[in-house]
Each structure stands twice: as C-alpha cells, then as structure tokens.
C-alpha cells in the first residue's frame, strides 16, 4: 500500500513538472492533473475508496498516508499553477507597455482673467484677515462718489474731463471708495471690508490707459484704529501679494476722503530694491493709496469720528495684474484673445 | 513744479544734501520728487577760452583754424563755426572732455560724446568751441545765443574759467510732485520752507523792502471790483521810467532752471516773482489804460476780445475780465490783451497781483481752451495775503535791478480776509491716531517750523494763512506724522472684535459660476460697459425694443462709448470676431458684467445694474454642447428642478429655430441660442456661433449651497423602451413632459437613446426612442405596477399623435 503510494505520489510530482509552460494551456493541463489523481475518480480518491478493505485497525495509519500525499500533491499543484500565473501577468505586462510621453488627451479647462485672478489674491489676503468682500452700484449720484467723501463741489475731479456724466446728479463712479459710505451708512460696526469693482474715467485708451477699470477699495471702522495698524495691515498685504521679503515704503499724499494720507510703495520684486528697467531704477513701485478716514467723512456717515476711527485703501486691480504678471499693454486685458487669456 | 536747488538753497542757506538724499527726504516728507536732472550732465572739461587769432585753413574752403588762450596756455583749434571772430570768448571742451549734444540739437545721447585731440583735413585740433545745443541746451533758454554758431560770452568773463559754472549750469533741477491740498508748495518759497523743516535748518526767506519815490499811486489809478465773487482781491501798483533791459544772470538762470525764458528785465521779474511766490501778476502798459481806471466785471456773452497772443477769444458771462475806462484788457488770471501790452518803448507800468476764484478760473480757461502758468496757479485757489507779498517783491526788484522807480502806495480792492485757522492742540489724540507716543515737545518743534503758531492759553493751534489746508485734528496729526516720520510710524494690526472674512453671497455663486465653465473650457474675457448705439442694428434688434433706451454718457469719449450696454452681446461677439480674424481655432469665451437697464428717462433712481453671464463660442461644439453647459452650472449652485428650454425666445440676433429662453420655476434664467447667420455677417464672424446669456440676479435667487442626503435606491428599477413615431413638430420637452406627467411616482427617469429622421420613417415624422425607469422606495416592483404606468404614458404620448414603432 505504501508502496503504491508512493508510486502514485512520484508519478504525479513527474506530470506537474513536465506541466511546465505559460498561459492557458499550461493551466488546463494543471487542472487535468488534479482531476487524474485527486478528483472524483481520481486515482488517490479510489485508494481512499479502497480503505474499506483494509484491516479496521491499519485504516487509520493508511488514511493518514493517503491524505498526506493528497496534500503534498496539492500544494505542488498551487506551487505550479501559481508560477504560470505570475509568468503569464509578467508576459501582459511587457506587452502592454505604452509610451507615456505621447501627447495627453484633455479636454482644455478655461482659464480665469487676469484681472480676476489679481482680484482672488487680494480677496484670499483680506478674508483671511477678517475682511467681508462687499460691492457697490457702478452707476452712482454724486454724493457716494463725490460729497461723502469730503470732495468740494468745485473740485477738479468733477470735472467733464475726468467723470462721465449721465444727467442731473448721475455719473459713472470714478473710484470703489463710495462703497465705504453704502458700508458705513449701514451702521453695522466694526467694519473690515473690501469692495472690488469696476470704475470709469474719461482717458483715452493706450498701453496704461482704459476708460474703464477695476479698483479694490479697502475699509476698517472700529474703536482705536490707528496710522500703524494701517501700516501694519497694508504690510502684510504686500508680502502676501509679492512675497515674504518684499518691503514697503509709506509716503506723505493727499487724498479728500483721508487724513493722514499716503502712497505706498513696495521695493521692486523684479530686482528685490536695487534699481532696474521695470521700478525705472529707483527700487520701489508705487501701488497703492491709504490713509486714515477723514473725520468729515465718518461725520457725514453718522459715526462719531472721536469714538471710532478707521482707515481707508484703493488698489488699482489691472496695476497689480501688470505689474506681477508683467504684461506690457493694458489694452490686452480687454481685447481677450485666446492667446493672451490662455497665459493665466 | 521744476525748481533748480540753488534756487531753494538761497533761502535755506545751510541746507546741504546730496542730490539722492535730498530726493529721498523731500519725498519722504511729503514734497514728491517725480525726477532731477544735473544741468551739467555730461559736461567735462569745457573752459571759456579767448580766440586769439584765426587763420583760414589751407585746404578746407569752410575751416578755420583758431589759436585760443585757454588760461593755462594756448591751444589750436579747427572749426567750421561760422560766426566767431579775434577777441570772442568761447566755451572750449579740451582734449578728453565731453558734451551733452551734437551741434544740431537733436535729442541727446544717453552718455554724451566724448571729444578728443584729433586732425582736420591734416591740421591738428586739439579741442572744439561749443554751440549752445552742445552744451545742452537751446536758444529758448540762452536768447543771446547765435542761431547757428559757437556760443560767445560776454568780455568780462575770465578767459580760462569754468564755463559750465558761467552758464548756471552747475545745479540740479527737481522737478515735484505738489498735490492739490498745498498750494503753497506751487511756489519756490513754499518749497524751501519744506526743505528748510525736512532737514531742520532754517528758512531766510527774501527781506522785502520798497524804496518808494515819494509820489501817491493813487493819483495814477483808481480800482473797482464789480464782481468781488470771482475777485476777492485786487492789489495795484505803479512804476514809472521803465527801461527795458536784459535782466541780470542769476535771474536768468534760475528762471531757465524753471523751465522759463528769459526775455527782458520787467517780464523776467514778473515770472521771477510768479515762481518765487506762486503768485502770478500781469503788467499792463499804463499809458495804454483809459481813464486811469481798472474795473474788474464779468464778460458779456458772445463778446470778442483779443488776447496778446494775438488770437481773437469769445467770451461769456462767467469770464472775469480786467477793463479800464472804456474797454476790456485782459481775461482775468488767464490772460492780457493785445490791446494792453507792453512794449519795449513802455514808460510806466501798472502792476497786479490779485486772488481770483480758482474754480471760475479753471472753467473759464477750460471753455477757452487757453491754459496758462498763471491760469494754472489761480485754479488751485491762493492766499490773498500773498498778493501783497507779491506786488511788493516785483516792486523791490524793479528798483533793486534798475527797471525804473516805484510810486508810492498800493491800491488795494480786497474782500474780509479768512480769519486764520484755529484748531485745538490735542497731542494725545494725536498719538492715538497715529499709534505713536510722541512727546508734546516734539510736536511744537515741528509746528515751529511750520510756522504753525502755539497759543497756549487757549490749546489752540494757529495755521499760517497760506496754510488753507489745515483745518481739524487731523491735518495737524498728518504734519507731525510727516516730519517725525512716516517711516518711524510702528507697524502694527488692528485688535478688537473679530470679524468673520467673507465673499457676499452674490459673490460666492458668481464664483462658482466661473469655476463651472472654466471646467467646461471658456475663457473668461472683459469687455467695456460702454458701447456704441450702432450695437443695436448689428444685432438685428428692431427699433422699438426696450432694449433701445439705454443710459447714455452725456460727456463720452466717442460715440463708440457712449451708451450703458442694456445686452451683454456685443462685447461677446466682438471679442469672438477679434479671434476669429486672428484665426483662433476653437474659441469659447465667458464674461461676467453687468448690463444697466433704467427705470425711466431721464434717470431718477439709480438703474438696474444686473449682471449677466455670457457664454459664447466657435468650433467644436454646438447647441446641445452649450446647453449642457447652462445645466452643469444650474446643478453646480443647487438648483436642482428642471429647467424648460421654451423654443419661442423671440430673439431677433439668434437663429429663429436654434434658441431657446431658459425658464425655470416659472422664471426666466436665462437663453442659449445659435448666433442668426446675418449678425455674424455684420460682426465678420463666417462660422457659427454659439451663445448663452444667464442672468444672475435670478441664478443668485434660486440657488442654494444646502445639501441634503436622499438615500441610495435599495430596491431593483425596472426599465421599459419604447421607440415611437413622432409628428415632425412634437418636441422632446413635450415627450419627456407628458411621460412624467403620466408616469406616477414610480417613475425614476426617462431617458432618449435614439432620435432618427428619413428613409424609413414617412415624411413629417421622427423616429424616437426612450428608455423608461421605474423604481419604487419602498418594495419591489411588481410587473403589474409596471405594466399600469406604461399605459398611463402610452396613452399620453398617443394624444400628442405618436404612435409606438411596430
């Protein structure tokens, strides 16, 4: 019995080898295999059948000698049947190589504006900072674009030659800095808000001129808001926008709306302050205006200037478009030919 | 404002900075210096030479061949000038030396041209006599100079010394950036006493002293003012034994510096006191003056008059005019007339200096289309008190430069002057508007400077009346701010109640809306708010459309941009007909932009300003592609319920069977359309544009950003095809329509697989198929409630005409 165990055992552990191969028919011979010896009819299946003939007490050693050969021939047959699996995916894989610098296949995303992605800077900088991005009409009266804002009857900059005029007290607004008026007539403080939106003003169009542009105006109301926080905050800003070591300079100007009032410059992110082509070598560009809000200003807009004070900024949207993205004629921004609009 | 500093340096004598560092400083403290230039920027090595013989070179008709004693000895020069002769004292450049130009007076070259030691058709030349226009400069600013020829210097010159410096050249002109708050800084003395506090020296401005000749001006003049609105001042003085002369050299220089030319001695001192002072005055010849009366009235309107510049102006009502007994003379702070002006054989002169209102002179002068320095100054609006300073510094220099003898006295037509500004001294208030602590002391210090007077016993501060600036705490916080320094200010942020940073709703779907199509492929564009009329015919809209009353710019820069858009079109299709002539494949653009649509003519209220999206595009794609579009987005902002493409859009610039107005929930969000084959003829597009135009106002009412979680369906679905036979003019809305009308709440969806128009299919008809899906929440669908529904829809479908395909 043994014997013919053993005979069995040897004769099958020859088929699997000679099984050898790769792919289907490899497996299917495997499968074969396991069914000549070990299936139904197989040939270790009818010792075991034979068992009955056995002496009652050899039967169990004999079981015992059956089932290990059946195991031994099993874990064979995995061994192989798993070797030419392995052999076959190996096979696949080698064949199926692509060449991955073919060009890719996209269907094209659209690109934002210039303009808009300057914009989404700024907002990103003053939400983080607690500020509420708010808007105001483009076609306003003279009071929220002139007179609230301290600017005289006769001022210059009501002149024909500056403001579109629409009929009686109506006009294209010159500048976002009425809708510090619309927030503050609100009467909701403190405020920190910034206003982004479009402007007019009567220029011819050339490479730095638009009849029409975009500004962000910049408000802070509360209780002991002082010229250093307005440093402070237009700082902060400035690295945000230009990055970590860009530096400012804050100088003397005059706007109606605020007092103190300035101009601030950041050292030239092209040539880090030393002085070249882009900053005409003095180092700084200019980039915005600021101050603190002008007492009249709170006045007219029912808050009481000696409890609450604030500052003011605008930025020229399309001057920070040019200048980061260093595009050279502003007429590009409004011509919106695919290929500049791609560019961003 | 172009100054030269040695001009300012004489009143600020122990001012010294570099050129840099007085720029940095004077910007610093809130005088701007926009530039300076050297005058003798590329100027070496030139020395006033004498030519001490000329002899003709022997083989160049046009050369001669100079022997000129330069100082330290005596060098041979070849030149081709025409106009010198023995004796001329010259500017010489020497052997190695440099200047600023060529003798032509072309522009002039970045580092200058150097001049070396050389021959001349074989002669030896060892340097060149220079041309004003070498030198750098032009006979507008050196008259005296010959037109075409060597500059010659007067014989009192010292042979060998520093031309440049004889020439006024060795200064630096700053020109600023004064801002319309300072009038005062419109004026040489306004920018000393701001150079003088900048660097803390002192300020010695001029000692004005007139020596008078004893005779009583008013015996010479009298002054009416009839309009003291536009005049609030009128200050008269008069000289006598005039002699027209060249005025001295350093006037010159300094005025040339100023970008001013010299022309005699009365003129010179004119414009010499109207840049010192920033207060401009007019000479006017006196034997010229009927009736030894100045009247100072509005012009009538229509009236003509004739200007010194010899032109003919019209004149209105609210031109200010300077008349004499029997006429008109001069436009008030614009300009004198021919009729009035001096001459060179003038005897007498009667000077003004007078305040006219700023803004009447910037309008009249505007209307007149004749800006001048003085129209310029008067708009800014000027101290009254500094025409007498004026008058009276002209008065002394006539003397002082031998121009003639000064009557005694001044007529003076003048309104109550301004009290001075008083403003409360309140240091700490200060301090907490600037975030600082800045010692009461130092503040004084600096309104000392200013001239701001203390008075202590009030708390009160006193401007200067030229400071018309200065009105509140505030202004006062902004001087000690500007020379303590703006850059000593701490940086700080601002504490107190956090606030919550935030996009306003109206913003967050705007920018969901440009994230959407972005992702669907376009570009977002900007287009002007303005536009042209015409717009309307090119866009096929019929003449009583509402569309028509658009907004319009009562002063625009053209036709092309003079109404406010009422349809966000044109910019679209215009920007898609730039690409398309600049041959861009595949184009598809996006604009967010308000349209502004009035409420009534003339406007009343502010317009309706809505924003739209419009969407437009050429190449791949088409209708159902854009249309998909509109429906990504509608999903994207929340809304959910579906939209209803109504075919009767009734828009006359798109196709008339390729639109549809977007409805939903009753509303209107919108239309998409094919572009009508004649507006893209009339903006040169020759391909087919797609559009869609959303209005957001509506988008921003029905969307939401709530989300809420509506299971996964647990029991099988059931589908049913049908394919059917469609009268040509039923719809697919209406298919999909009757189906979910019928289908019941078992319907899940239906979906079209297949739309099929000819051969098979007999004329007038359309073969469609849908796919039907039922599924109930709750159970299993039993073939019965299937089978039920199906009815109920083929029913329907049967009453709109549709068969199901045998």
Same mark, same amino acid.
């Given at each position: ?344 | ?382 101290? @009254?008190?500094?025409?007498?300073? +004026? ?5 002394? &220099?006539?003397? =002082?430069?031998?121009?003639? *003898?000064? $009557? ?85 942020? @601002?504490?107190?109640?956090?606030? +919550? ?5 109206? &913003?967050?779907? =705007?920018?969901?809306?440009? *994230?959407? $199509? ?289």
């Amino acid at each position: 019995m043994k014997e013919k165990l053993e005979q069995i055992k040897a004769e099958a552990l020859k088929q699997i080898e000679a099984a050898g191969g790769t792919g289907a028919q490899a497996l299917e011979l495997l499968n074969e295999i396991r069914v000549s010896y070990l299936g139904k009819k197989g040939e270790l299946t009818a010792l075991l059948k034979g068992l009955k003939n056995v002496a009652s007490e050899e039967r169990p050693m004999v079981g015992q000698m059956v089932n290990e050969v059946r195991g031994e021939i099993e874990e064979v047959l995995a061994g192989a049947t798993e070797k030419i699996k392995a052999a076959a995916l190996e096979e696949r894989m080698k064949a199926e190589a692509i060449d991955v610098t073919l060009p890719a296949k996209k269907g094209y995303m659209g690109h934002r504006h210039a303009n808009t992605i300057a914009l989404e800077e700024v907002e990103r900088i003053f939400i983080g900072m607690g500020y509420e991005v708010v808007e105001g009409p483009e076609i306003e009266t003279d009071y929220y674009n002139f007179e609230a804002l301290n600017i005289p009857a006769d001022h210059p900059a009501k002149d024909e030659q500056d403001t579109f005029f629409i009929n009686g007290d109506f006009l294209l607004r010159t500048q976002t800095s009425g809708t510090q008026v619309h927030e503050m007539e609100k009467g909701k403080l403190p405020i920190r808000m910034i206003a982004p939106g479009r402007v007019f003003r009567s220029d011819e169009v050339d490479a730095t001129h638009s009849p029409s542009f975009h500004q962000v105006e910049g408000l802070v109301i509360d209780r002991h808001i002082t010229f250093a926080d307005l440093k402070g905050t237009l700082a902060e800003f400035a690295r945000e926008l230009f990055g970590e070591e860009t530096r400012v300079k804050f100088r003397p100007h005059h706007f109606n709306f605020t007092e103190p009032s300035a101009e601030m410059d950041v050292s030239c992110f092209k040539c880090g302050g030393k002085g070249c082509r882009f900053c005409k070598g003095s180092g700084w560009i200019e980039i915005l205006g600021c101050g603190m809000v002008h007492p009249n200003v709170l006045t007219m807009s029912g808050i009481n200037p000696e409890e609450y004070t604030g500052f003011a900024f605008g930025v020229g949207l399309e001057r920070i478009a040019l200048l980061k993205y260093e595009i050279d004629d502003m007429r590009l921004l409004y011509e919106n030919d695919i290929r500049f609009l791609r560019q961003f | 404002m172009n100054t030269a500093l040695s001009w300012i340096k004489a009143y600020v004598p122990e001012l010294e900075a570099a050129d840099q560092e007085y720029c940095d400083a004077m910007t610093l403290s809130g005088t701007k210096v926009e530039n300076y230039e050297r005058l003798d920027k590329n100027l070496e090595k030139i020395v006033v030479g004498q030519i001490d013989k000329i002899e003709r070179h022997p083989d160049a008709d046009k050369l001669i061949v100079c022997q000129v004693n330069i100082g330290s000895g005596t060098i041979q020069i070849v030149t081709g000038a025409p106009n010198v002769k023995e004796g001329d004292r010259v500017p010489v450049v020497l052997d190695g030396g440099k200047v600023a130009g060529g003798h032509d007076g072309g522009p002039l070259p970045e580092e200058g041209i150097r001049i070396k030691a050389g021959k001349l058709r074989g002669i030896e030349s060892n340097g060149m006599m220079c041309s004003i226009e070498e030198l750098g400069s032009d006979r507008n600013m050196y008259p005296e100079a010959p037109e075409n020829g060597i500059y010659i210097f007067p014989d009192t010159v010292p042979v060998g010394a520093d031309a440049v410096e004889i020439l006024g050249m060795r200064d630096t002109v700053f020109e600023y950036e004064i801002t319309s708050n300072r009038v005062d800084c419109y004026s040489v003395l306004g920018i000393a006493r701001e150079a003088a506090a900048t660097f803390r020296k002192p300020f010695v401005p001029p000692v004005v002293e007139v020596k008078e000749n004893g005779e009583d001006v008013n015996d010479y003049i009298s002054v009416e003012v009839k309009d003291p609105d536009l005049c609030s001042r009128y200050c008269a003085r008069v000289c006598t034994n005039i002699k027209i002369a060249p005025s001295p050299e350093w006037m010159q220089r300094r005025l040339r510096a100023s970008g001013i030319r010299p022309i005699n001695n009365l003129v010179d001192i004119t414009n010499y006191v109207m840049e010192e002072y920033g207060q401009p005055m007019h000479a006017f010849d006196l034997d010229t003056i009927a009736g030894k009366k100045i009247i100072v009235r509005r012009a009538k309107d229509g009236e003509e008059f004739q200007t010194l510049d010899e032109q003919m102006r019209k004149l209105d009502h609210d031109i200010l005019m300077i008349c004499d007994g029997e006429k008109e003379i001069g436009i008030a702070g614009i300009m004198g007339g021919e009729n009035s002006k001096i001459t060179d054989n003038v005897k007498t002169v009667l000077f003004e200096a007078a305040t006219f209102n700023g803004p009447n002179i910037r309008k009249s002068a505007k209307r007149l289309g004749l800006r001048t320095d003085a129209s310029g100054k008067f708009e800014k609006g000027l101290d @009254p008190h500094n025409a007498q300073a +004026a008058i009276d510094r002209a008065c002394q &220099l006539i003397w =002082e430069l031998g121009c003639g *003898d000064v $009557v005694g006295g001044m007529v003076d037509v003048c309104e109550p002057m301004k009290e001075k500004a008083r403003i409360p001294f309140r240091p700490e208030r200060i301090n907490e508007l600037l975030g600082t602590a800045i010692s009461k002391e130092e503040m004084l210090s600096i309104f000392e400077m200013l001239e701001i007077e203390y008075d202590e016993e009030k708390g009160e501060l006193i401007a200067p009346t030229y400071r018309q600036d200065l009105e509140c705490v505030a202004d006062i916080a902004e001087e000690v701010a500007r020379f303590f320094g703006y850059d000593r200010i701490p940086t700080t942020l @601002p504490t107190g109640e956090a606030t +919550a940073g935030r996009l306003s709703y109206k &913003l967050r779907i =705007e920018q969901k809306a440009r *994230d959407i $199509v972005e992702y669907c492929g376009f570009s977002q564009g900007m287009n002007y708010s303005f536009e042209s009329p015409k717009v309307f015919d090119r866009l096929l809209i019929p003449e009583d459309s509402p569309l028509r009353s658009a907004i319009v710019i009562a002063n625009p820069l053209g036709e092309d941009f003079s109404i406010m858009r009422t349809i966000s079109l044109n910019g679209m299709l215009t920007s898609l007909a730039t690409n398309y002539n600049r041959r861009n494949k595949d184009v598809r653009l996006y604009e967010l932009g308000n349209i502004y649509l009035p409420y009534q003519f003339p406007l009343t209220q502010l317009p309706d300003e809505r924003m739209q999206l419009t969407l437009g595009m050429y190449g791949k794609g088409d209708f159902y592609m854009m249309k998909g579009v509109v429906e990504e987005l509608f999903v994207a902002v929340g809304m959910k319920k579906k939209a209803v493409y109504n075919p009767a859009a009734g828009k006359p610039f798109l196709h008339p069977g390729r639109q549809a107005l977007i409805e939903y929930e009753g509303g209107v969000a919108g239309y998409l359309g094919e572009v009508h084959p004649l507006v893209c003829e009339n903006y040169d597009i020759g391909t087919r544009v797609y559009v869609a135009v959303i209005d957001m106002p509506f988008v921003v009412e029905k969307a939401t950003f709530d989300r809420k979680y509506e299971g996964i369906a647990k029991y099988p679905a059931v589908s049913r095809d049908i394919s059917m036979v469609v009268p040509k003019d039923v719809l697919a809305g209406q298919i999909e329509a009757m189906i979910e009308q019928r289908g019941g709440k078992i319907l899940e969806s239906c979906q079209l697989f297949d739309i099929y128009e000819g051969e098979q299919i007999g004329e007038g008809f359309k073969s469609v198929a849908y796919s039907i899906t039922f599924r109930a929440k709750d159970r299993t669908l039993e073939e019965s409630d299937v089978t039920a529904a199906m009815k109920k829809i083929l029913n329907g479908l049967e009453s709109l005409g549709i068969e199901l395909r045998k």
